[in-house]
C-alpha cells in the first residue's frame, strides 16, 4: 500500500503543473485573501467591500460618521465535472507512474485546459451589464484590430477601471494582425495590457455546452462544444482580474490497484474539478467583450 500512496502523491503535482502551462486564464485564479473554503464541500466564501463616500465636515460637531461594510458572501460552485479511466494491468508494460504520467499530461493539455478556459470566456461572456460589442464586421487589417481594441480601452478608462491589471485575451489571427503594423505607435495600445494570450476559437464561445458523456451521440465523448442557438465567435476580451470571481479546485483521488478494482483487471484513477466562475456585480465595467455577429 505503501507504493501505491506514493505514486499518487507524484501524479497530483503532475496535474497541476501540465494544467498551469496548458490554461489561458491562470492569471484570474482568485486570491486567497478574498476566497475562502466555506462550510460545505461545494461553497466558497467570497469578500465583498462596501463604503461610504465623503460627507460634510462641521467646524463644530467634527467628522461626519461612514460606514464600512466587509461581508463574506457564500457562493456555490457552478463547474463540477468528473472523469475515470482505466489502463488495463496487461497493458501496462511499464510502470502504473509512468503510465498514469503520461495519461494526466495528455488529457490536461488536450481536455481539462481547453474545456476549463472555454467555460470561464462563455461564464464572463453571458454576465449582464458588461461591456459588449458585437463587431458584425470582418476585420480586413491590423489597423482596425488597433482601432477596436482602442475603442475598448477608451470605454473602460471612461468607466474608471483600473488600468495596471487589464489583461487582454485574444483569438491568434486578430493578435498577429494588430502585431503586422509597422507604425510603433499604432501599436502602442498593445503595451497598456498587463498580459497577451492567444486564445484558439475553439475555446473562445460567448455561450457552451458541457457534454454529459451519459447521452447518445457526441454527448458519449463528453468535453464541450459552442452552443448552437447562443453561441458566438469571440474577436477578443479584456478583463481586469479583480473583477472576476475564478476558484478551481482539482482532487485526484489515489490509483486503485487491479486488486482492489471490482470492475475490471486495471489501474483505475478518478479525476475530478469543480470550482466556480462569477463577476463581482459591482466589477462588470471590469470586462470588454467583442464578439462576431
Known amino acids: ?70 461581508k463574506w458572501e457564500t457562493l456555490k460552485f457552478n463547474y463540477d465535472r468528473g472523469v475515470k479511466f482505466i489502463v488495463d494491468e496487461m497493458d501496462n508494460e511499464e510502470t502504473i507512474e509512468l503510465s498514469f504520467g503520461k495519461l494526466g499530461s ?28 458585437d463587431e458584425g464586421i470582418t476585420y480586413k487589417s491590423g489597423e482596425e484590430v488597433l482601432a477596436a481594441l482602442r475603442t475598448a480601452q477608451n470605454k473602460m478608462d471612461e468607466d474608471e477601471v483600473p488600468a495596471e491589471n487589464r489583461h ?11 502585431q503586422s503594423v509597422k507604425t510603433y505607435e499604432d501599436k502602442g495600445v498593445l503595451d497598456e495590457f498587463a498580459s497577451i494570450k492567444k486564445v484558439p476559437q475553439s475555446r473562445f464561445y460567448t455561450a457552451i455546452d458541457l457534454l454529459s458523456g451519459k447521452d447518445k451521440g457526441d454527448e458519449l465523448k463528453g468535453g464541450y462544444r459552442k452552443n448552437t442557438t447562443t453561441g458566438k465567435d469571440i474577436n477578443f476580451m479584456i478583463i481586469e482580474k479583480s473583477a472576476v470571481i475564478k476558484y478551481d479546485k482539482h482532487k485526484a483521488d489515489s490509483i486503485i490497484r487491479p486488486e482492489d478494482n471490482q470492475e475490471s483487471d486495471g489501474y483505475m484513477q478518478k479525476y475530478r474539478k469543480y470550482g466556480i466562475v462569477d463577476t463581482y456585480e459591482n466589477k462588470t465595467a471590469g470586462i470588454y467583450l467583442s464578439h462576431k455577429a
Request: charge should be negative; aromatic fraction near 8%; charged fraction near 25%.
Open 1 to 70: 500500500m505503501g507504493n501505491n500512496i506514493q505514486l499518487s502523491k507524484n501524479y497530483v503535482p503532475l496535474l497541476d503543473e501540465v494544467y498551469q502551462k496548458a490554461s489561458t486564464t491562470e492569471e484570474f485564479n482568485a486570491d486567497s485573501t478574498t476566497v475562502r473554503q466555506g462550510a460545505n464541500a461545494n461553497e466558497i466564501l467570497v469578500a465583498k467591500l462596501s463604503m461610504d463616500g465623503l460627507k460634510d465636515y462641521s467646524r463644530n460637531d467634527g467628522y461626519t460618521k461612514g460606514n464600512v461594510d466587509l
Open 168 to 178: 487582454l485575451r485574444i483569438t491568434p489571427t486578430l493578435l498577429r494582425m494588430a
Open 106 to 133: 495528455e488529457f490536461e493539455r488536450t481536455k481539462v485546459a481547453p474545456e476549463g478556459d472555454a467555460f470561464f470566456y462563455a461564464e464572463l461572456a453571458g454576465t449582464e451589464g458588461i461591456s459588449k460589442v
